[in-house]
């Protein structure tokens, strides 16, 4: 047998032996042909699962453009801060498990898991799938210890992000506006192709307006990462830039804007200024009160959510001076008298008796304050802002709807294209508005367009609405004989090294048709009200050595305070600039609205010194 | 009768009186393509570290290369060293050997160092050593003695129990260690033995129902009722290979990683480009799973390659066996021949994706000591068998 020690195997053995081979044949044919299978057969396949394998790519934020006054001043840029953001998609499945992490996550983040809870929902509606921001502004220690603990906190992640930054904390705050978060309606809008949830967009004012300009290109890196998904060191493959957002150079001139903001914040009232070029309708300052720090938006506490968002009657969010729906008072006065004039209701000459009051059926409209002028000329009328003369022109033209074309033509009424959102279309009342306004069932009393009417309007009183930027562009139109500027903050866009990229010079709206005469005469009885002994605001401008032409305005609003506005051309006979202040409760025009018109003119002169008074000898009337 | 033609053939120079230098050194009758598949495996190994492991001890580029490169010497003197030694010596010895792999495993539990939860490993004073990877040679040598020795002993049936006693209680030590992989090379080895020693078919079939059943109760009968044999990472390894997909992040996730690797190799391989296994998504790439690095690096043509080496290294071994001068040798030879077939198999099929996780080294190419080393004494053992049937028919010739 061949199992004996010292035996030479046997045939048996020789059948065992051709078994094992053909068991090994087999064994080395499943190897090769597995072998064949992946690396031949489906090999790019695999090829490919393993590229993707090894990079992840990452966004990379690009900053918005900076945004700049006129003369080059910050008044928005960014800072980088460090934010918690959570992607709830990689949260654990598990209801108990998820509740776990993020409980320790609220530990961490001093945030209780209720209010965590709150903000994945808030944000899930703004944009779904989007991680979430659950905190910005975190701390080093906080973002050392999440990279530490990773296996612990799936799904969460700290991203360096730009914030807007406000140096200048409220300054033109309406004006440049806000961002956020893009959210699932604008997505779906042609402006914002390519945008991904989560990423920021302008919201409101300039940063809304502009935001194409603003908003950069996101830049994106490829880094080669291990099984665990780290980065491995040096592994950066490739990295697309991001390209900032250009830098937007505004209109606003800042000795203008603080001006304007410090004379108004001094009434502590709401209210409005807007001081625009008459010639090409650059807004110089446009302010609202009261106002807001922009960047309390950006992570606002309860109690600022409650003084921001909830505050009907402040509403420090509305920019007063372009969304507001205000009567004029007596500022209106140059629209009765150009649409009198033009439609010879009323020539230059012809006095109008004002005895203080006039009647019109049973109803007597009385000059305001009592007050009775006697005969006066148109030019003395506006000096004197005679209720009497204008009620005149007002019941002249009751039947003619010529008031109501001629505050159109002026711009009253329609939206005016600023580039700002939210501007309002404001109301000029006329027969057909009173009529529809019956018809529908809407209005308060059911009767006609009375004379009555007509006569309030005349005075910028009654149902009329509009706002200071529509007034500053009809009394621009009168200054610079009829153009219908288009008012915008929007100068120029710049690159990071300060070269121009585009300018904003909108086309004019339109043009009106304004007799000389009668916009000299106009002009001349605004300019004897602001600077001739009993001018309606000769107390406030008397003194000051640029010739104007401004006139007061003073809305009656039963149950309020009056409102104070005031209108100013100036360096009259031939303006350049239009300054349109009003404040609520402000009392007469002359008593709060002339004098923070006088600042604000006073700031413009003074940096525009050499180029005025020369012209015209600058004598005060 | 394939053996005996052979024989008849050998020596064809039976008045050859000039002594040479290779015949001094015992080299004239060494199975010099064993030897040099070997050789290329090794060296092919000490190649792939090189590139592909540069990285991975910080400060020390060479760090496995270099030891590798040393195990891979001290392996190829080894196997030099027995090819001096008469292999029967082993078959006197059988009972010593049998006594100093059973006493060094079991050392491994009183001295022996944990790595990754399992003490596999005794602390010497230049490396550690791991007891069990020489174990797998001496068992084959001390069971294939127990076979010839008890040939008459007993009944066919006591011989089979006996044979399957003495091989299982050193891989029963393994097991506990806990070292899954190489116990069942342990039992495969000890089958292998009795396969050769004779041991009838019918018994096989015997044990082959038997093992079934076990494992039908280890994974799924005894967990159901409570009494867990394997440890949970044991079970999940042995099982997830069958559904991997289910297990992309647990268990399957290395061997779906390993599969991507190789795959993505494709035909001639991606080089220094390779990222599967250069960036950590294929764990133990120096050891269990360097067939993966080889598949990535050098593709189809590197990893076909590595596989002819191995299929060369088996024949010869098989050759071996029926070269053997007696039944010990060719129980040997067998015993060795398939336990090599055996974890290569597994080894290779685990980094393919369509065996089981069981740590089981691949034999020359994964980075280790103990491994490269008892493989070349394995290999020595081979060539001391072959050198011996040589002599022998020469000396038959020359006398």
Redo the contacts between chains.
């Keep these: 047998?061949?199992?004996?020690?010292?035996?030479?195997?046997g045939?048996?053995?020789?059948l065992?032996?051709a078994v094992?081979?053909g068991v090994?044949v087999a064994?080395?044919a499943?190897?090769?042909f597995?072998?064949?299978d992946?690396?031949?057969l489906?090999?790019?396949?695999?090829?490919a699962?393993?590229?993707n394998?090894?990079t992840r790519e990452f966004k990379v934020i690009a900053p918005r453009g900076d945004i700049l006054d006129r003369d080059g001043n910050v008044l928005v840029d960014n800072r980088t801060s460090l934010a918690l953001q959570l992607n709830t998609q990689k949260l654990p499945e598990d209801a108990a498990e998820e509740r776990e992490e993020l409980q320790r996550l609220g530990g961490l983040a001093h945030m209780s898991l209720r209010k965590i809870r709150r903000t994945i929902k808030e944000g899930e509606e703004v944009a779904a799938g989007a991680p979430v921001t659950l905190r910005k502004d975190v701390g080093y220690d906080l973002v050392y210890y999440l990279e530490e603990n990773q296996d612990r906190f799936p799904g969460v992640s700290v991203q360096r992000v730009f914030v807007r930054a406000y140096p200048d904390g409220t300054r033109a705050a309406h004006v440049v506006g806000s961002v956020g978060e893009i959210n699932d309606e604008e997505l779906k809008e042609p402006e914002y192709k390519g945008l991904e949830p989560g990423d920021e967009v302008g919201k409101e004012g300039v940063e809304y307006a502009y935001d194409r300009y603003l908003r950069g290109e996101p830049g994106m890196t490829r880094i080669?990462?291990?099984?665990?998904g780290q980065p491995?060191p040096g592994g950066q493959l490739i990295s697309e830039p991001p390209s900032p957002g250009d830098n937007l150079k505004l209109t606003l001139d800042p000795d203008v804007q603080a001006a304007g903001e410090s004379a108004l914040a001094s009434f502590g009232l709401p209210g409005a200024f807007i001081t625009m070029d008459v010639r090409d309708g650059q807004i110089l300052g446009m302010g609202s009160n009261p106002t807001f720090d922009p960047a309390d938006l950006i992570e606002p506490t309860q109690a600022q959510v409650n003084a921001l968002y909830r505050d009907d009657v402040l509403a420090p969010l509305t920019n007063r001076a372009t969304e507001s729906y205000y009567p004029t008072g007596s500022t209106f006065k140059i629209i009765t008298a150009l649409a009198a004039l033009e439609n010879d209701q009323v020539s230059l000459t012809e006095p109008i008796f004002d005895n203080g009051s006039i009647t019109v059926g049973t109803q007597e409209f009385q000059n305001a304050g009592g007050a009775s002028f006697g005969p006066v000329d148109l030019v003395h009328a506006l000096q004197v802002s005679s209720d009497v003369y204008f009620y005149t022109l007002g019941l002249r033209m009751w039947k003619t709807n010529q008031l109501q074309r001629e505050a159109t033509k002026l711009g009253i009424g329609k939206e005016s294209g600023f580039d700002l959102p939210g501007e309002t279309e404001g109301l000029v009342p006329s027969k057909e508005w009173r009529e529809q306004l019956v018809a529908e069932g809407l209005a308060l009393e059911d009767r006609p367009w009375s004379a009555g009417d007509n006569i309030q309007l005349a005075i910028g009183q009654g149902d009329l609405q509009t706002n200071p930027l529509q007034m500053a562009i009809a009394y621009a139109a009168l200054a610079n004989d009829g153009t219908l500027v288009t008012p915008h903050v929007g100068l120029e866009v710049e690159d990071a090294a300060g070269r121009v990229l585009k300018e904003f010079n909108p086309e004019p709206h339109g043009k009106v048709k304004i007799n000389p005469s009668y916009r000299s005469a106009v002009l001349e009885g605004l300019h004897l009200a602001a600077q001739a002994p009993g001018g309606t605001s000769y107390g406030v401008f008397g003194g000051f050595p640029i010739d104007v032409a401004g006139k007061t305005g003073t809305v009656e609003r039963p149950g309020h305070g009056d409102q104070s506005w005031y209108a100013v051309v100036a360096p009259y006979p031939n303006p350049r600039v239009v300054t349109i202040v009003t404040v609520e409760e402000g009392g007469f025009g002359a008593e709060s609205a002339a004098p923070a018109a006088l600042r604000i003119l006073e700031a413009y002169f003074d940096k525009h010194a050499t180029q005025t008074g020369a012209a015209n000898g600058g004598s005060p009337g | 009768?394939?053996?005996a033609t052979r024989t008849r053939q050998a020596s064809p120079e039976p008045f050859a009186v000039r002594v040479g230098i290779a015949e001094r050194l015992g080299l004239a009758n060494l199975d010099w393509q064993l030897a040099l598949a070997a050789i290329a495996l090794v060296g092919f190994s000490v190649f792939t570290l090189a590139q592909a492991t540069t990285n991975d001890v910080p400060g020390s580029p060479g760090y496995f290369v270099d030891r590798q490169a040393i195990y891979g010497l001290l392996g190829v003197i080894g196997m030099l060293v027995l090819t001096r030694i008469d292999y029967s010596r082993f078959?006197e010895l059988r009972v010593g050997i049998y006594t100093f792999l059973c006493a060094s495993i079991s050392l491994v539990f009183v001295f022996g160092f944990t790595a990754r939860g399992s003490r596999r490993s005794l602390d010497l004073p230049f490396f550690s050593f791991q007891p069990s990877e020489l174990g797998k040679v001496l068992l084959i040598l001390a069971l294939a003695g127990f076979?010839?020795?008890g040939?008459?002993r007993g009944s066919p049936w006591q011989r089979t129990l006996r044979y399957l006693c003495l091989g299982m209680a050193p891989a029963a030590l393994v097991f506990l260690q806990p070292d899954l992989g190489t116990s069942l090379v342990f039992a495969v080895a000890t089958l292998a033995v009795m396969?050769?020693?004779?041991v009838p078919w019918t018994h096989f079939a015997v044990i082959g129902a038997t093992i079934v059943t076990l494992v039908a109760l280890v994974l799924v009968a005894a967990p159901k009722v409570g009494v867990p044999v394997l440890h949970g990472y044991q079970e999940e390894r042995l099982t997830s290979f069958l559904h991997p997909s289910e297990h992309a992040s647990g268990a399957g996730y290395q061997q779906n990683?390993s599969?991507?690797?190789?795959?993505?190799?494709?035909?001639t391989g991606?080089g220094d480009r390779a990222?599967?296994t250069r960036?950590?998504?294929v764990?133990e790439r120096h050891t269990d799973f360097i067939f993966a690095v080889i598949?990535?690096r050098y593709?189809?043509m590197g990893?076909?390659f590595v596989?002819s080496l191995?299929?060369l290294l088996?024949?010869r071994a098989?050759k071996i066996?029926?070269l053997?001068?007696?039944?010990?040798g060719?129980l040997v030879a067998?015993g060795i021949?398939?336990s090599l077939?055996f974890q290569v198999?597994v080894n290779?099929?685990m980094n393919?994706?369509?065996m089981p996780i069981t740590g089981i080294p691949l034999p020359l190419m994964s980075y280790g000591g103990s491994s490269v080393l008892a493989t070349f004494l394995a290999v020595g053992v081979l060539q001391s068998i072959h050198i011996q049937a040589r002599l022998s028919q020469k000396g038959r010739f020359a006398w």
């Design positions: 047998m061949y199992e004996r020690s010292g035996d030479r195997p045939p048996r053995l020789a065992r032996v094992v081979g090994a064994l080395f499943v190897l090769a597995r072998l064949w992946l690396q031949v489906s090999g790019a396949d695999y090829l699962e393993a590229k394998n090894r080669q990462v291990n099984a665990l491995t | 009768m394939m053996y078959r076979v010839i020795d040939a008459r396969y050769f020693g004779g990683q599969v991507v690797a190789i795959g993505s190799g494709e035909k991606r990222t599967q960036l950590d998504f764990p598949g990535e593709g189809f990893a076909a596989l191995y299929a088996f024949w098989l066996v029926t053997s001068k007696n039944s010990y060719a067998g021949a398939v077939l198999f290779v099929g393919l994706g369509i």
